[in-house]
Each structure stands twice: as structure tokens, then as C-alpha cells.
């Protein structure tokens, strides 16, 4: 039953009451959600009584009006559809017990806005620990987190991810399926597991803005829109973690990278890459916003993790007005200490491109070299992409053409795939 508005109609225009529709609940559905979790306790039963708010929003308010607080009538309208399913389900006492109140005894919306409302900050992050909960694969805490946190549609996550819609579907169904049938508590985890779990969430968030900056396949080299949601989310665990080095790091990371997205194409669409960027392109609020990130996640002390180690790097290159100015030197210092702190073959493979802008191509294939047994390499494009710059600068035509045409084959990406032929065809005699 919906909750009876009590204020005056605003508008009677159907269209833009639609367009507030969409606009409130991409703004308002992550909270809604996360506050409705809390009460009923699954994330899933949570998403279809907020939907229902939705639902009767676009019925009602193209013909009757946009009420003067859209939010407050999304939230009231949930509020009842949850009372009403707590009324019918066999485990309500026991419900009743656990937020403390009966709502029996005085108007079920007042109990219930005692209990969403002044908790809601808390709620989001209890909401983005369980989206990015270890018991989902990689694959579902991405879907789920667009869906639930970014308020995305099933359509627009998978045209983000380039997957078909039932593919998406299936991993959002099975993500909240798995969360109950593992009965995952809607909570903070302890303190022994908040390290652990909070690199899951940092590593979700960072995902899907790298998937935006440099897209994984397709015809786009970048999809900005994902890059702008991995950003809001950081920014909103940021605000809610302020305590937290790495959360500051992370957003760092993503501010100075999202600083350079304008000058990462040409005026065709054509992909520019880092060197051959028109600087004065980049954006310096993003850049400065990125800075001040990373002089917050240093200031926190303690040891810096990979996401600010990262930031250190982007931040080299952001203070550079051209590339020539680039400290190579300690961007190669930093890659050597992220390497200790978080080794991966691809945190040797950039570290090897710096010592190569540092001290010359040969220092720099002489470590790329040992890379090519790599299983966590097999089938990386940037490996014979990389080997190949450092041979052509060796003047080692030949088999720097080889190495970007086998990069070309390896890339499911189509614009990176031109960049790479591009390179083998200037090499050519």
C-alpha cells in the first residue's frame, strides 16, 4: 500500500515526472535499498520492495505530479511495502524482536522511519561490504554492486560490460541467491576480516573504473560512464571510511586517472596514449582533488598499500607539464616498492617500462625478458606490446614489428588493436 502524500502536487507533466523518476532513483536507490536491508535483513527481498516504490512512482506521479520531496516519498512508500511483508512473513515476531520496536503498538511508519532514517551512512557501507562479499565471484560482485549501488539497470549494466542482459541477469540472480542460501548477515564484518574485506570492496570499485578507462574489449577505447561510477563510489567510501589510508589512495588513484580522459582521444576518437597526450588537456580539478587524495592517505601513516603506491606513480606523471619532465627515476623507485608489497607480473612488467624510460630500453628489456614464461601473462597484450617499444628504440626493427603484430592478435579490444598494427606498420622498411 503506498503511503498518502500529504504535500501539494508540483508538476503535471508526465514526461518530466518520469525524468524525476529516473533521476531520484539513480540518486536515492542505494540508500533505499541499504535501509530496507537492515530491516529485512536480504539484500534481494530489499531491491524488490525499493522496486516497488519504483513502480508505483511511475504510475502515479505522471499523472497525479512530482512531489515536493520525490526522496521522502520513495523512502515512506518502501517503508509500507516493508511492514506490509513483515506483517505477512512467519518469522515477524521475531523480527519485531530484533529492531526493537513493535510495531503494532503506535503507526508502523514512524517505527520504521526511526529505524532507516538516522542510520543511514552506516546502512551504505554495510550495503557495499555485502555487494563485494568474498562469496561471490569477481564477475557478481561487479553486476551486483552497479545494480544495487549505482542503481543501474539490468540493460545499462551489460551494455557497461559489453555481456548480453540474461548473462547479467543471471549473475545479479545468482549473487543474491548465494548471499542468502550462505546466509551472509547484512553487517559490518568483524575486525579480524575488515583488511580482507575491504581490499574485496577496493578491488570491485577500482574494476569497474578501470573497465571505463581502459576498456577490455569492443570498439570504445574508453566507456566514461563506468569511470564516473567507480569514482562516486569511491567518493562515497571515502566519506564514510575517512580513517582509511587505502580508501584515500584508491580515490587518488581514480581522480588523477579520470584527470586524463578528455586528452585519451584525438579529435577523430582516434586513442592518444600517456606520451603523446596534449597535457593541457587534462583536467587540474580532477588532478588537484587526486593530489589532495593522496596527501590524505599519507598523512593517515602507516604502511602505504598498492592503491596509494599507485596514486604515488599517476601523481609523477600528473606534476609533469610534459613528458620529458616525467621523473622516471621515482616512478621506477615506487614500482620497486609496490612490487615488494604487492607482486604481480604486471607490476614487474610496468616497473620495467620505467627502468627503461629511466635508464635506457636495454635495462628495461633486460627485465621484460623473464616475463615471457609468465602464465599470468599468456595472452596479455601489453607484454609483446611492451617488449616491442623497447626493441624498436634498440633498433631492432624486426622484431619489434613481430611483437606488436602478436599484440594486435592478442588485444579484444578494437581501438588499442589499430594503436598496436599502427606501430608495426610505421616499423615496416
Request: proline residues 6%.
Amino acid at each position: 500500500m503506498a503511503a498518502a502524500d500529504p504535500h501539494p502536487i508540483a508538476s503535471t507533466d508526465a514526461d518530466a515526472a518520469r525524468r524525476a523518476v529516473e533521476a531520484v532513483w539513480r540518486i536515492e536507490s542505494a540508500k533505499l535499498i541499504a535501509g530496507l536491508a537492515r530491516i529485512v535483513q536480504d539484500v534481494g527481498l530489499a531491491e524488490e520492495l525499493a522496486q516497488d516504490a519504483l513502480v508505483i512512482a511511475l504510475e502515479q506521479w505522471p499523472t497525479q505530479g512530482v512531489p515536493p520531496n520525490p526522496a521522502g516519498w520513495l523512502m515512506s512508500t518502501a517503508k509500507h511495502r516493508a511492514v506490509d511483508v513483515l506483517r505477512r512473513h512467519t518469522r515477524y515476531a521475531a523480527k519485531l524482536a530484533e529492531i526493537g520496536r513493535d510495531l503494532t503498538s503506535r503507526p508502523a511508519e514512524d517505527d520504521l522511519a526511526a529505524t532507516l532514517d538516522p542510520h543511514i551512512e552506516d546502512d551504505l557501507l554495510r550495503l557495499i561490504f555485502t555487494t563485494c562479499h568474498p562469496v561471490l565471484t569477481t564477475e557478481a560482485r561487479v553486476a551486483l554492486t552497479l545494480r544495487l549501488l549505482g542503481g543501474l539497470s539490468t540493460a545499462e549494466i551489460a551494455r557497461a560490460l559489453l555481456v548480453s542482459e540474461p548473462t547479467v541477469g543471471q549473475r545479479i540472480a545468482r549473487a543474491k541467491r548465494t548471499l542468502t542460501t550462505r546466509r551472509v548477515p547484512f553487517e559490518l564484518p568483524p575486525p579480524s576480516e575488515l583488511d580482507g574485506r575491504r581490499a574485496s570492496v577496493l578491488e570491485v570499485i577500482y574494476l569497474i573504473f578501470n573497465e571505463g578507462y581502459s576498456a577490455t574489449a569492443g570498439g570504445d577505447w574508453m566507456r566514461p560512464s563506468l569511470c564516473a561510477e567507480g569514482l562516486r563510489l569511491g567518493r562515497i567510501l571515502a566519506g564514510l571510511m575517512p580513517d582509511q589510508p587505502e580508501v584515500h589512495g584508491l580515490v587518488a588513484l581514480m581522480e588523477i586517472q579520470a584527470s586524463r580522459v578528455r586528452a585519451r582521444t584525438g579529435g577523430a576518437g582516434e586513442p592518444v596514449l600517456l606520451l603523446d597526450q596534449d597535457r593541457r588537456g587534462w583536467d587540474r580539478l580532477l588532478i588537484r582533488r587526486g593530489l589532495a587524495a593522496l596527501e590524505r592517505a599519507q598523512a593517515l601513516g602507516g604502511a602505504f598499500g598498492p592503491y596509494t603506491l599507485q596514486a604515488a606513480i599517476a601523481a609523477c606523471h600528473a606534476r609533469a607539464t610534459t613528458p620529458d619532465e616525467t621523473d622516471w627515476a621515482e616512478i621506477a623507485a615506487i614500482y620497486e616498492v609496490l612490487a615488494r608489497v604487492s607482486p604481480s607480473p604486471i607490476v614487474d612488467l610496468n616497473r620495467a617500462v620505467a627502468v627503461g624510460m629511466a635508464h635506457g630500453p636495454a635495462r628495461g628489456l633486460a627485465m621484460v625478458e623473464p616475463l615471457n614464461g609468465e602464465r599470468a601473462l599468456d595472452g596479455y597484450p601489453q607484454l609483446p606490446a611492451v617488449r616491442g617499444d623497447l626493441l624498436a628504440k634498440l633498433g631492432r626493427v624486426d622484431e619489434a614489428r613481430h611483437e606488436f603484430e602478436r599484440a594486435a592478435a592478442m588485444t579484444r579490444n578494437e581501438a588499442e588493436r589499430t594503436i598496436f598494427l599502427r606501430r608495426a606498420a610505421s616499423l615496416r622498411p
